[in-house]
Structures are given as C-alpha cells and as structure tokens.
C-alpha cells in the first residue's frame, strides 16, 4: 500500500494568515491526489481533485498542487469557516489511501 | 444531486457480523461511470478506506479487510450494503459510504457509529 504522510499534524494560525500542509506519498503518484475537508461531527468535503483542480462550488483561497510524491495544499487567507481537518488522499493504486490528517485551528 | 443515508445496526457484539446499508437518491444507483464506497473512521483518529462496487456490479475490497467483508448493490431499492464479519473492537468507527466518479469522493452519507461491544 501507498504511505500518505502529512505535516505538520496540527497548526495554528490566525485570520488572513497564509496556510500550507504538505502531503507526501511514499512511492510516485503523479497527480492522482485529492484534498478533503473535514469539520467536527461532518463526513470529508472534497475540495481538490487531481492534485491542483478546484471542485466545484470550493472558495478559490484554496489551492493544491504538486505531482509525483510531494504534494502542497494552501489556504490563501485563513477564514473563521476553515477550522477542520485536512486530509490528503492518493488513488494512483489501489486501496486508496489518506493522510494521517492535519488539524487546523484559530490562534 | 446525489444524496447517500446510511442505516444499519449501531452496536455489534465481537465475533458478529456488521451489516450497513446506504440509500441513494437523486439519481439511480446503475448510472455508468459511478462506483460506491464504503470508508470508516476509528473515533479521533483517520479515514480508511473499505471498498467499492462499481455500477456494473465489480469489487474491490481494502486487502487488509478483504477476508471479511462483502459489498453489494441491490438495484430494486437503489441501495448499497457492507457486511463485515467476525468484528472486533477494532471494528469501532465511524462508517460512511460514498459516491465517486474515479476515486475522487465528492458525494458522502453523513455518517453512522458501529460500536463493537458485548
């Protein structure tokens, strides 16, 4: 199986603040990675597909990027509504596999 | 719009067999290009995925699980099941089945707590 190791596993950041969490796969994934959202009590939210594309409907402050086994996702201007955990997820083999998570949180 | 609603038993004694059923509305469940997934989550801790069926009836199951669980479609009711046998107090999670074109996840149920305890 795929290795997804995310970091950092916690973060704490302010309003308006720039947000960064690295993905990074344990063998070459090319572009099959997804980001998801996940808030308390809530199922994940996919918000990147395919390493850097936007799902539909997802605020443009968040971005993706990356390709073969290092992988970045960034919050542009960190808002009140973005406190959750993120998790990254690879699908380039079979079982799909996640990211430990990273935990977002307001300073 | 597809929308996904678990149900099944929330409590499962060890060694029994975990049985969960998700609904599908807003489109039917034979749509080409869709698979349907089953991914669970310990409390407090990450997701795993458990497998799909795809529409044209085909499986996959996480080979860490493969041994015990069974996916299948019952297109009548435009639902989807989980069977996972011999459970465990690792079983415990969170279970959620999904929808994905690919295996990118956009559509979710909300969710259903097996807790695995005699």
């Known amino acids: 199986d795929i290795q997804m190791t995310q970091s950092p596993s916690s973060l704490s950041a302010s309003v308006g603040d720039r947000v960064t969490i690295t993905c990074q796969a344990s063998?070459?994934?090319?572009?099959?990675l997804n980001w998801y959202q996940q808030k308390p009590g809530k199922a994940p939210k996919l918000l990147i597909y395919?390493?850097?594309n936007l799902e539909t409907g997802v605020p443009s402050r968040f971005s993706g990027s990356g390709s073969g086994t290092d992988f970045t996702f960034t919050i542009s201007s960190l808002q009140p509504e973005d406190i959750a955990t993120y998790y990254c997820?690879?699908?380039?083999?079979?079982?799909?596999?996640f990211g430990q998570g990273t935990k977002l949180e307001i300073k | 719009q597809l929308q996904l609603q678990e149900s099944g038993s929330g409590l499962v004694k060890p060694s029994q067999t975990l049985s969960l059923t998700c609904a599908v509305s807003?489109?039917?469940?034979?749509?080409?290009?869709?698979?349907w997934s089953w991914i669970r989550q310990p409390p407090g801790k990450g997701l795993e995925w458990i497998g799909y069926?795809?529409?044209?009836?085909?499986?996959y199951y996480n080979p860490s699980l493969k041994s015990r669980v069974t996916i299948s479609v019952d297109r009548s009711k435009n639902q989807f099941s989980l069977k996972l046998s011999s459970v465990t107090a690792a079983d415990t999670a969170v279970y959620y089945c999904?929808?994905?074109?690919?295996?990118?996840?956009?559509?979710w149920g909300q969710g259903t707590l097996v807790t695995v305890s005699s």
């Open positions: 999904a929808s994905s074109r690919g295996y990118s996840y956009g559509g």
């Open positions: 807003g489109g039917s469940i034979s749509s080409g290009g869709y698979s």
């Open positions: 069926i795809y529409h044209s009836g085909s499986t």
């Open positions: 063998q070459d994934i090319s572009n099959y």
């Open positions: 395919d390493a850097s």
């Open positions: 997820q690879q699908y380039d083999n079979l079982p799909p596999s």
